[in-house]
C-alpha cells in the first residue's frame, strides 16, 4: 500500500469553527488531491495539487482551502465548518509522470462530523 | 473524460468468478480504463488498468473490446473480502489533469 495517513482519522466539530485536514505521503509523489464523499454523490474533488505551492481548485472548492508547504504534506482547511460539510474526507496522491497514465492511490479517509 | 456505465449491483458465489461488465461506448482514443474499488468504510483501491489490450495483475484481469466501447474486469476466484463497490473510470492520459470523476459503480457482493 502507498505510505499515505491522514489525520484526524475522526473529528467532531461545532459549526463556525476553523477545521485543518491533514494528508501526509512518503512516496514523493508531485500529485496530491482531496475528496469527499457523501451519500448520492460519490466522490468528488475538492482540491487538488500539482506541486509545493501549486494548487487548483476541483468541482467543489467553495467553503475550503488547501496549502502544499512541503512535497509530503497537503492541508485542507475548513475556515468556518458549516453542517453541509460533514462528510468523509480522501487524500489521494499520484506521481505526476508526464505523458504517462495515472494511477492514484489513496488514504484511509478522515470522517468529520459538523454539528 | 467519456461516460462510463455500471450495473448497479451484482452477486457472486465464493470461489467462483466476478464479472463486472462497463460500457463506455463515447471513450476517445486516449483514455484508459480505470477500475478502483471501495471496500466499505475505506479508501477507494486501485486494482488494474488498460487502454486496448486485455491486462492481467495479481488482483483482476481486464477484459476490453476491440472497438473499446465496453470492458469486463474479472475476479478470478472471488472471496468474501472482494465484496465492495466498484468503480470503472475513462481517464485521459498525457494531460495535465489527472482528476478522477467516480460514478456510482457496482456494488458486488459476494456469498458464502
Known amino acids: 500500500d502507498a505510505g499515505i495517513t491522514q489525520s484526524p482519522r475522526h473529528k467532531v466539530t461545532e459549526t463556525g469553527t476553523p477545521v485543518t485536514l491533514r494528508c501526509h505521503q512518503t512516496?514523493?509523489?508531485?500529485?496530491m488531491y482531496w475528496y469527499r464523499q457523501d451519500p448520492g454523490h460519490g466522490l468528488r474533488l475538492i482540491h487538488y495539487?500539482?506541486?509545493?505551492?501549486?494548487?487548483d481548485k476541483g468541482e467543489v472548492s467553495d467553503g475550503y482551502s488547501v496549502s502544499r508547504s512541503k512535497t509530503e504534506d497537503f492541508l485542507l482547511t475548513l475556515e468556518s465548518a458549516t453542517s453541509s460539510q460533514t462528510s468523509v474526507y480522501f487524500c489521494?496522491?499520484?506521481?505526476?509522470?508526464?505523458?504517462?497514465?495515472?494511477?492514484?492511490?489513496f488514504g484511509p479517509g478522515t470522517r468529520l462530523l459538523v454539528l | 473524460d467519456a461516460k462510463t456505465t455500471q450495473p448497479t449491483s451484482m452477486d457472486c458465489a465464493e470461489g467462483r468468478a466476478a464479472n463486472l461488465p462497463c460500457n463506455h461506448s463515447?471513450?476517445?482514443?486516449?483514455?484508459?480504463v480505470y477500475w478502483y474499488r471501495q471496500i466499505h468504510s475505506q479508501g477507494p483501491q486501485y486494482i488494474i488498468h488498460g487502454l486496448k489490450n486485455n491486462e492481467t495483475n495479481e488482483m483482476a484481469s481486464l477484459i476490453i473490446t476491440e472497438d473499446r466501447k465496453s470492458s469486463t474486469l474479472i475476479l478470478p476466484h472471488a472471496t468474501l473480502r472482494d465484496t465492495a463497490v466498484y468503480y470503472c473510470i475513462a481517464v485521459f492520459s498525457g494531460g495535465s489533469n489527472y482528476k478522477l470523476t467516480f460514478g456510482k459503480g457496482t456494488l458486488l457482493t459476494v456469498n458464502p
Open positions: 512516496e514523493n509523489h508531485r500529485y
Open positions: 463515447t471513450i476517445s482514443g486516449n483514455e484508459y
Open positions: 489521494a496522491i499520484s506521481s505526476g509522470t508526464s505523458g504517462k497514465q495515472e494511477t492514484q492511490y
Open positions: 495539487s500539482y506541486g509545493v505551492k501549486d494548487t
